[in-house]
């Protein structure tokens, strides 16, 4: 891969930086999205200091885990099912998209260091597959109960609207606080900012740092 690429992901790298240190309410972890790139892209994101990446599928996440030259920690953003969990179980560090008691003792049973994140239904279609505020606190106390820890809660924002993105994210990092969890992942390449002022402690970002990528 050219030299001129890593020069172009460098220099969007030090933009988002920047971003994060004007904007960030509180300490931000950086989460390299590469569904659609390859171990090359995660390989030269890596030799510039980004160690936590996000993949979306089981498969690819798979192929590309055996070429990576220097040790990351992978995420897991997609929405899971118990089959995906049970491939992947040994190399994903954090869960980005726990919808169900189901999938959480699932991930549990298969590595208790794991962090979990609730997604939250708030607004918008992105998070319909998510916990209603509502069932919060139950899920959460029975989660507890079982001594499973759930670090954080996890969404979406509203696409094409700022203003009601803002608004999500705002009411996830107070439910966050309510419920005395460290965790807070929301925001991506078009939203980020957004998200740091409404204090995100984790953001997920793929073509903003990465480009363009591959059609699905």
Same mark, same amino acid.
């Given at each position: ?44 994101? &890596? ?38 969990? &049970? ?17 959480? &003792?699932?991930?549990?049973? &298969? ?59 705002? *009411?996830? *990092? ?29 953001? *997920? ?12």
């Amino acid at each position: 891969m050219s030299g001129i690429y890593s020069e172009q992901m460098e220099e969007r790298l030090e933009k988002i930086k920047k971003l994060i240190k004007d904007k960030a309410q509180n300490p931000v972890t950086l989460i390299g999205v590469t569904k659609g790139f390859t171990h090359r892209e995660v390989n030269i994101a &890596r030799e510039l200091g980004i160690k936590n990446f996000g993949e979306n599928y089981a498969q690819e996440l798979l192929t590309k885990e055996p070429l990576i030259a220097a040790e990351i920690s992978w995420h897991f953003i997609g929405q899971l099912q118990s089959n995906k969990i &049970r491939k992947v179980s040994h190399l994903v560090d954090v869960w980005h998209s726990v919808t169900s008691l189901k999938h959480a &003792r699932e991930i549990h049973k &298969r590595n208790e260091r794991a962090q979990m994140l609730l997604q939250v239904s708030l607004m918008g279609p992105s998070n319909s597959k998510g916990f209603e505020v509502k069932e919060l606190p139950d899920i959460i106390g029975k989660l507890q109960d079982e001594g499973i820890d759930i670090s954080g809660l996890m969404t979406m924002g509203v696409p094409g609207d700022m203003v009601a993105t803002r608004v999500v994210f705002e *009411r996830l *990092r107070k439910l966050a606080d309510t419920f005395e969890l460290s965790e807070c992942s929301m925001g991506m390449s078009n939203d980020f900012e957004v998200a740091l002022e409404s204090g995100s402690s984790m953001i *997920r970002v793929g073509s903003a740092i990465f480009g363009n990528r591959r059609a699905d």
